[in-house]
C-alpha cells in the first residue's frame, strides 16, 4: 500500500494544535499528581501525628524505668487500620533501647530535636511507609531525657486518594481538550471555505479571460496570494502577447522568402534563355540562404527562452577560449568582405558558470551582425576583460553606427533598421538579450566613438561571483 503524506493546511492546524494541548495536558496530569500526593500527604499525615501523640501520651515511668502500658484492645485499635493492612510503630527509651514496637523499622537519618516530629519515608517488608517520629521529653518523676515514638503506615490509601483526585481532575481536562479539537476543527473548516470559493472562482474562470482576481473582498490572509496570482496572470498575459505578436511577425517573415523562392522558381520554369534561368537559379539560392538564416536564428530563439534553457546544463566555461574559437571561425567570412576582424584581450583564461551552445550564438550572432551591417574596409574587434568583478565581452565596429533613438529598439524582435542594404530579419541582437538574461547577465549598446557618435559596441556584461 502507498501512503501519501497529507499537505492539508487544516491537518496541520490540527496537528500543531494537538502538539500544543498533548504536553500541556501531560504537564497537567504531573502537576495534578503532585498536587493530589502533597494533599493527600497532608491529611493523613495530620491522623498519623494525632496517632503518635496518643501513643506517646501511654509512656510513663515507674521506679525510673519507662514502660508503656497498653491493653491488647487498644493495641489492636492501634495497629489495625480500615484503609490500610497495618500500622507499625516503635519506642525507645532515653538509651535507645526498644520498649515496645518493631525494631526493624528505620529511624530518620537525623533525629528531631526534643519536644519535635519529623515526617519521612521508609520501606519495610517490601512496601512503602510513611512515617512520623516524635522526640518528646518524659515528665514523671525521676526521669530523665526524652524518647523516641515512631508510627508507621503504608502509602495505599495515600497512593488511592491521590489517583481519585487525579481521575476527577484529569476527566474535564480530557473532555476540555476534545471539545477544543472539534470546534477549532469546525473553525478552521469555516475559515477554509475563502479558499474553497477562491477555487471555485479559478475553476469557473475560461482560459482567455486575463482579468485580475477581486483582492478586496478576500480575507486579509489571502490577499497577498491573490495579489500574486494577479502579477503572474498580467504576466502570463504579456508573455502569450508576446508570444501571439512573435508568431505573427516569424509567420510573416517566413511567408515573404517563401513566396519569393515560389516566384523564382515560376519564372526559372517560363524561361527558355540559359543565362536568365541561372539568374533565378541564384535569386532561389540567395532566398534560400535567407530562409535557412531566419529558420536558425527562430530555433536559436527557442533554445535560449527560458522553456529552452531549463533543458540545457551549465558548466565551467572559459570566456577567452571561447572567444578565440568563434571569431576564427568568422575570419574568412571577414575577408571576404574585406573586414578586418581581430581580437583584443590580455587574460589567458576567464571561468563563468554558463552554457557553451548558447554563448557560441550570442557571440555568432554579435560578429554576424558587425560584418553584415557594415561597409568594406571597416574594423571589427572582439574584446574581452573584468571591471569591477564583472566580465565584460564586446563586439565593436568603427562604422556608420546606430541613431540613439533606435539603440533601444533593436532589442525588438523582427525589429530592423531602416535603409540598410543588407538582408536579415531583426531577431540578432533579440537572441543575444535573451542568450544574456538566461545568464544574468547585462547588454549595453553604445557608440564606439562618443564624441562623433559613430560605430557600434555591444558589451555583455556578466557577474563572475557565479563562477
Given at each position: 500500500?502507498?501512503?501519501?503524506?497529507?499537505?492539508?493546511?487544516?491537518?496541520?492546524?490540527?496537528n500543531?494544535l494537538?502538539?500544543?494541548?498533548?504536553?500541556?495536558?501531560?504537564?497537567g496530569t504531573?502537576?495534578?499528581?503532585?498536587?493530589a500526593?502533597?494533599?493527600?500527604?497532608?491529611?493523613?499525615d495530620s491522623?498519623?501525628?494525632r496517632?503518635?501523640l496518643?501513643?506517646?501520651?501511654?509512656v510513663?515511668v515507674k521506679?525510673?524505668?519507662?514502660?508503656?502500658?497498653?491493653?491488647?484492645?487498644?493495641?489492636?485499635?492501634?495497629?489495625y487500620?480500615?484503609?490500610?493492612?497495618?500500622?507499625?510503630?516503635?519506642i525507645?527509651?532515653?538509651?535507645?533501647?526498644?520498649?515496645?514496637?518493631?525494631?526493624q523499622?528505620?529511624?530518620?537519618?537525623?533525629l528531631p530535636?526534643?519536644?519535635?516530629?519529623?515526617?519521612?519515608?521508609?520501606e519495610?517488608e517490601?512496601?512503602?511507609?510513611?512515617?512520623?517520629?516524635?522526640?518528646?521529653?518524659?515528665?514523671?518523676v525521676?526521669?530523665?531525657g526524652?524518647?523516641?515514638?515512631v508510627?508507621?503506615?503504608?502509602?495505599i490509601?495515600?497512593?488511592?486518594?491521590?489517583?481519585?483526585?487525579?481521575a476527577?481532575m484529569l476527566?474535564?481536562?480530557?473532555?476540555?481538550?476534545?471539545?477544543?479539537?472539534i470546534?477549532?476543527n469546525?473553525?478552521?473548516?469555516?475559515?477554509?471555505?475563502?479558499?474553497?470559493?477562491?477555487r471555485?472562482?479559478?475553476?469557473?474562470r475560461?482560459?482567455t479571460?486575463t482579468?485580475?482576481?477581486?483582492?478586496?473582498d478576500?480575507?486579509?490572509?489571502?490577499?497577498?496570494?491573490?495579489?500574486?496570482m494577479?502579477?503572474?496572470?498580467?504576466?502570463?498575459?504579456?508573455a502569450?502577447?508576446?508570444?501571439?505578436h512573435?508568431?505573427?511577425?516569424?509567420?510573416h517573415?517566413?511567408k515573404?522568402?517563401?513566396?519569393?523562392?515560389?516566384i523564382?522558381?515560376?519564372?526559372?520554369?517560363?524561361?527558355?534563355d540559359l543565362?536568365?534561368?541561372?539568374?533565378a537559379?541564384?535569386?532561389?539560392s540567395?532566398?534560400?540562404?535567407?530562409?535557412g538564416?531566419l529558420?536558425n536564428q527562430?530555433?536559436?530563439?527557442a533554445?535560449?527562452?527560458?522553456?529552452?534553457?531549463?533543458?540545457?546544463?551549465?558548466v565551467?566555461?572559459?570566456?577567452?577560449?571561447?572567444?578565440?574559437?568563434?571569431?576564427?571561425?568568422?575570419v574568412?567570412k571577414?575577408?571576404?568582405?574585406?573586414?578586418?576582424l581581430?581580437?583584443?584581450?590580455e587574460?589567458?583564461?576567464?571561468y563563468?558558470?554558463?552554457?557553451n551552445?548558447?554563448?557560441?550564438?550570442?557571440l555568432?550572432?554579435?560578429?554576424?551582425?558587425?560584418?553584415?551591417?557594415?561597409?568594406?574596409?571597416?574594423?571589427?574587434?572582439?574584446?574581452l576583460?573584468?571591471i569591477?568583478?564583472?566580465?565584460?565581452?564586446?563586439?565593436?565596429?568603427?562604422?556608420?553606427?546606430?541613431?540613439?533613438l533606435?539603440?533601444?529598439?533593436?532589442?525588438?524582435?523582427?525589429?530592423?533598421?531602416l535603409?540598410?542594404?543588407e538582408?536579415?530579419?531583426?531577431?540578432?541582437?533579440a537572441i543575444?538579450?535573451?542568450?544574456?538574461h538566461?545568464?544574468q547577465?547585462r547588454?549595453?549598446?553604445?557608440y564606439?566613438?562618443?564624441?562623433?557618435?559613430?560605430?557600434?559596441?555591444v558589451?555583455?556584461?556578466f557577474r563572475?561571483?557565479?563562477?
Amino acid at each position: 500500500m502507498i501512503h501519501i503524506k497529507s499537505n492539508s493546511i487544516r491537518q496541520k492546524l490540527l496537528n500543531w494544535l494537538l502538539i500544543l494541548l498533548i504536553p500541556t495536558l501531560f504537564l497537567g496530569t504531573i502537576s495534578a499528581y503532585y498536587l493530589a500526593s502533597y494533599f493527600a500527604n497532608l491529611a493523613y499525615d495530620s491522623g498519623l501525628f494525632r496517632s503518635v501523640l496518643a501513643l506517646a501520651d501511654e509512656v510513663e515511668v515507674k521506679s525510673g524505668v519507662m514502660v508503656v502500658d497498653l491493653p491488647d484492645s487498644a493495641l489492636n485499635l492501634l495497629e489495625y487500620d480500615i484503609d490500610d493492612d497495618y500500622r507499625h510503630y516503635l519506642i525507645l527509651d532515653p538509651n535507645h533501647n526498644v520498649i515496645l514496637g518493631e525494631e526493624q523499622l528505620a529511624l530518620p537519618k537525623v533525629l528531631p530535636a526534643e519536644g519535635k516530629s519529623t515526617f519521612y519515608d521508609s520501606e519495610f517488608e517490601n512496601k512503602k511507609l510513611r512515617m512520623v517520629a516524635l522526640n518528646f521529653p518524659l515528665t514523671d518523676v525521676g526521669a530523665k531525657g526524652s524518647a523516641i515514638v515512631v508510627i508507621g503506615e503504608s502509602t495505599i490509601k495515600r497512593d488511592k486518594m491521590a489517583g481519585e483526585i487525579v481521575a476527577i481532575m484529569l476527566v474535564p481536562q480530557i473532555i476540555l481538550v476534545i471539545l477544543i479539537i472539534i470546534l477549532v476543527n469546525i473553525g478552521i473548516q469555516r475559515g477554509l471555505i475563502s479558499l474553497d470559493r477562491l477555487r471555485a472562482l479559478i475553476l469557473r474562470r475560461l482560459p482567455t479571460d486575463t482579468r485580475p482576481l477581486e483582492e478586496l473582498d478576500a480575507p486579509e490572509e489571502l490577499q497577498p496570494l491573490l495579489h500574486a496570482m494577479n502579477e503572474l496572470i498580467v504576466k502570463e498575459k504579456s508573455a502569450v502577447n508576446e508570444r501571439r505578436h512573435f508568431l505573427a511577425n516569424a509567420a510573416h517573415q517566413l511567408k515573404t522568402p517563401l513566396a519569393g523562392l515560389k516566384i523564382q522558381a515560376e519564372a526559372a520554369l517560363r524561361e527558355s534563355d540559359l543565362a536568365s534561368i541561372q539568374h533565378a537559379l541564384k535569386q532561389i539560392s540567395a532566398g534560400s540562404d535567407n530562409l535557412g538564416r531566419l529558420a536558425n536564428q527562430l530555433l536559436s530563439l527557442a533554445r535560449a527562452e527560458p522553456e529552452g534553457v531549463a533543458a540545457q546544463t551549465f558548466v565551467s566555461v572559459d570566456l577567452v577560449k571561447l572567444m578565440n574559437e568563434v571569431t576564427s571561425a568568422w575570419v574568412p567570412k571577414a575577408l571576404d568582405k574585406n573586414i578586418d576582424l581581430g581580437v583584443e584581450c590580455e587574460l589567458k583564461e576567464l571561468y563563468i558558470s554558463a552554457n557553451n551552445i548558447l554563448l557560441q550564438e550570442l557571440l555568432n550572432n554579435l560578429i554576424d551582425n558587425a560584418i553584415r551591417y557594415n561597409q568594406a574596409g571597416a574594423k571589427v574587434t572582439v574584446g574581452l576583460d573584468t571591471i569591477n568583478h564583472e566580465a565584460v565581452l564586446s563586439v565593436q565596429d568603427n562604422g556608420l553606427g546606430i541613431a540613439f533613438l533606435e539603440q533601444q529598439k533593436v532589442f525588438e524582435r523582427f525589429y530592423r533598421v531602416l535603409g540598410t542594404a543588407e538582408s536579415g530579419c531583426g531577431l540578432g541582437l533579440a537572441i543575444v538579450q535573451e542568450i544574456a538574461h538566461q545568464h544574468q547577465a547585462r547588454v549595453l549598446l553604445e557608440y564606439s566613438d562618443m564624441k562623433k557618435q559613430t560605430g557600434t559596441t555591444v558589451k555583455v556584461i556578466f557577474r563572475l561571483n557565479e563562477v
